[in-house]
């Protein structure tokens, strides 16, 4: 029943997102990923491409590659994928509330909690790059369902955590409190409810506190010449604590229509929980206890920066504070059913007002909002994006433009690994490869495609070896020794299996690239070039 209300919770809420679109670093993370650009990821910052804050998130890079892979520019796809791990999470969230509480009403309302609560649209729900955000809650709220499952058995049943916490860490730095948390939750529950409950396994903690330094290092390794976060003041500190704490657990600044009604509800439910704390059972005292020990060890890594979209896990705590709370006083006040029935009023008016607000805060999403549209003049600026991305969101933001939110249902191509426009002396539009390999995407019921290419044989003074595939098969394999332009006809098999895609995947390869620095005498362009990519055109 909880699994199925997530689903359609998230349904009603949701579904408007499946027509939003890309966002703002969206633009920069949905691209093609070779075998190196995993690697690297394992081996220095996750974004190679400069724009983001150097973070150590291979785990991320690798789950960005695969969607790609899968999905390629068709924006909706990303989206469905999106709410269908959202509901998961949801799901595996109502599941441990209502095994530590032990009432199924907590699973419901869990879910429903989950669904509605207003940080989730930013941190979770209706931006693609933050499906590594949905990765890390999978992960953590697995963690979770299966410390309570082995919590009284012995330390092998205890490991995998460990690959839980690996995982959680590799995906995104905060991930690093998985253990440290159960550790708490466990101690919590033996104080509160369990008495008998034995201790954490000694060789648990053991390995896990092993494998934690090593990642760390790891981590410390890979990050080594990135510059480094400077240590906060304690000032600086506990103002990013408290505003992570009151947008996650009090929903402040309440600013929005329904907010200040929301902030009511999710702050006063739990203080009238504390003060029905004798008739609570002891699952709903242990789940209110743990709620805000999750919401405030996930915070602690906050204490550098906060922002509202990285507060997932937070939110969670503060979603189980508020499902503990109002499963135990709908439960103690089940004996008198006048009360309990206004008890149940006033928890679903809450929930309708978190949902409003939710709602609202969706809305910054659509295509054509100003936030939107805002980020999308910044992602003009950015050389890692396509040129025809680029062009895209400039048609996008023109007065009164209405075009197709899909960029794979509006661009005939979109070449990945070409750098900016440019005319050579003899007048000839170009691009030049910024690597060794650049990868074609044209649009579903294109027959033809036209590229002109050129070496720069003159100035690399090297033969270049040119294959370039089309959907997976070859379609030219030569080497080139001199400096005219080619042009090569790629005829598309109208019936080749382009998936979720749906687009033609075109890969032009090298065996090398050349910087012109390290080739020309006097140079000092430290640019990465391959060939010279004529205009290519289609039919």
Known sequence: MAAAGAVLLTALLYWPTLRYGFYYDDYHFVRPYTAHDVRAAFQGPWDSSGIETPYYRPLTICLYAARFAVLGLNAPAYHVVSLILFVIAAALFAMFAMQTTGTRLAGVVGAAVFVLHPGMPYSAVAWVTNQMHLAELLAVLAGLVWWFHVRRRTAVWWMPL??????????????????????VLHVLRKLIAER??????????????????????????????TPAHRLPSFHQAWGNWTRAFDGA???????RPWQPEASWFVTMLPLIALIAWRRLTPGVRFALAAGLSLGLLFALPFAFIVKAEQLHIVIAGAALLLTAAAAGVLHA????????????????????????VTRDITRDFEPFSPIVLHTDAIVQEWAAVPAELREYLAAKIAPDARVDTNPA????????????????????RLRWMTG????????????????????????????????????????????IGDGRWRRVDVALRQRAALGLSGMHRIRVRLDRAWIPADVIPGSTDRRTLGLQIGDITTR
């Open 196 to 225: 008998d409950l034995p201790h954490v396994p000694i060789a648990f903690v053991a390995a896990a506190a092993v494998l934690i330094a090593v990642l760390l290092v790891v981590r410390g390794s890979a990050l080594q010449g």
């Open 249 to 255: 657990f009090r929903l402040q600044p309440a600013h």
């Open 333 to 356: 006040l089940s004996t008198r059913r006048a009360i309990a029935a206004a008890g149940g009023v006033v928890v679903a008016a809450g929930l309708a007002a978190m949902a409003f």
């Open 162 to 183: 460990l690959l839980l916490q690996a995982a959680a860490l590799l995906l995104k730095e905060d991930g690093v409190m998985l253990i440290p948390a159960v550790i």
């Open 436 to 479: 060794p390999s650049a990868d074609i995407f044209v649009k579903r019921g294109v027959k033809l495609v036209t590229i002109p290419f050129r070496h720069e044989m003159g100035a690399f003074r090297d033969t270049a070896h040119v294959r370039i595939d089309a959907d997976g098969q070859v379609v030219t394999d030569e080497i």
């Open 409 to 428: 249902a509006v661009l005939t191509t979109v070449a990945f690994g070409l750098g900016g426009r440019e005319t050579s002396p003899d007048g000839v």
